[in-house]
């Protein structure tokens, strides 16, 4: 729901994910990482290091939240499959080596499907 707009925007936009109590979804997301295989460890990055870093960047701050209320990011960004995307990237951009991250996927259901590689969105359906 995008408060700038009128009720019937928000409806004829947004259909029945527009509620003014909020709605939930179950995300999904798969992290894509790339870079040179470490010879000694045989990845690009430690997996371990990675799921921390994922536990940080995305658990701590979305898990079991209200968006709109509870996540500051969104009081002034609608909070899209698209948005969450780009924030997910954001924060997980902030805590891996340079160059590393190259996607975010994000599942709001089994047919939509945001990919986020920094400047450039995608849909899958």
Partial sequence: MNPSLSNEENLKLF?????????????????????????????????????????????????HKNLDKDVEYFADVVSTTENVAVFIWENLQKRLPPGTLYKVKVYETDQNIVVYKGEETTHER
């Avoid at 460890?41 to 658990?59: F, P, R, Y």
């Fill in 15 to 63: 259909g029945k994910c527009n509620n003014p109590n909020g709605h939930g979804h179950n995300y999904k997301v798969v992290v894509t990482v790339r870079g040179e295989i470490d010879p000694v460890s045989g990845m690009v990055i430690n997996l371990t290091d990675l799921k921390e870093h994922m536990q940080e960047a995305i658990m701590k701050p979305l898990d």
